[in-house]
């Protein structure tokens, strides 16, 4: 299965600010999922980034806020923007062809102040 | 309207002993329920996973019932360890537009005491 790195681990940041939290994948894979782990509630899938592609975003979850690219096979990013404390969770990065090889990263935990 | 409901939220089992978690799915199109283990500090990782055609997955200490009609599934963990502390989650898949979409239960904290 890939192998995927993730970062920062963590971060503590500012309300207001934005972080960009980076996702790289020792294999091409066509498709890349970003998840967002609240405390004590299920992983939540944020959007589905293909590359070459706009990401495809769920239901209460919108660009402006989740900004994502996916310039290569290999690589995504996900912005976190304008932050609140309301956005402190783990999001984690995922990929998966099928439904046996999903495969995630060890997630970035943020916390807003 | 969460569509995979998970208990207990947290689970204490002696070492030696049985862990049990629950699962309850309403979507009926769900086709694949795999279980996921959690570390601190980890991403999810697979554990065991069934198709709803199979009322029982053994592998090794890991067991997943199944029960078709009644929409749940749950998890078995025999002779628990130490080392199976961490944070369970079910999850059931379905196939969207061109990929598999997995829907979570919250979670169990399974916690075995030596």
């Known amino acids: 299965s890939a192998v995927i790195s993730q970062k920062p681990s963590r971060d503590i940041c500012q309300r207001g600010t934005s972080l960009t939290i980076q996702c790289q994948v020792d294999s091409q894979v066509t498709m890349m999922f970003w998840y967002r782990q609240q405390p004590g509630q299920s992983l939540t899938l944020i959007a589905t980034?293909?590359?070459?592609?706009?990401?495809?975003?769920e239901s209460g979850f919108v660009i402006d806020k989740f900004p994502i690219s996916r310039p290569n096979l290999t690589f995504s990013t996900l912005t976190v923007s304008n932050m609140s404390p309301e956005d402190s969770s783990i999001y984690l990065c995922?990929?998966?062809?099928?439904?046996?090889?999903?495969?995630f990263g060890s997630g970035t935990r943020l916390t807003v102040v | 309207q969460q569509q995979v409901k998970q208990s207990p939220q947290s689970l204490i089992v002696q070492k030696g002993g049985i862990s049990i978690i629950n699962c309850a799915y309403e979507?009926?199109?769900?086709?694949?329920f795999p279980w996921y283990q959690q570390f601190p500090g980890k991403g999810p990782a697979l554990l065991i996973a069934?198709?709803?055609?199979?009322s029982e997955k053994k592998e090794g200490r890991f067991t997943i019932s199944f029960n078709k009609s009644a929409k749940q599934f749950s998890l078995h963990i025999m002779d628990s360890q130490p080392g199976d502390s961490a944070t369970y989650f079910c999850?059931?898949?379905?196939?969207?537009?061109?990929?598999?979409?997995?829907?979570f239960g919250k979670g169990t904290k399974l916690s075995v005491i030596p």
């Open positions: 995922s990929v998966g062809g099928t439904e046996s090889s999903y495969t």
């Open positions: 069934i198709r709803p055609d199979v």
């Open positions: 999850a059931a898949s379905i196939k969207g537009a061109g990929s598999y979409q997995l829907t």
């Open positions: 980034a293909n590359q070459g592609s706009e990401a495809t975003y």
């Open positions: 979507n009926t199109a769900f086709d694949y």
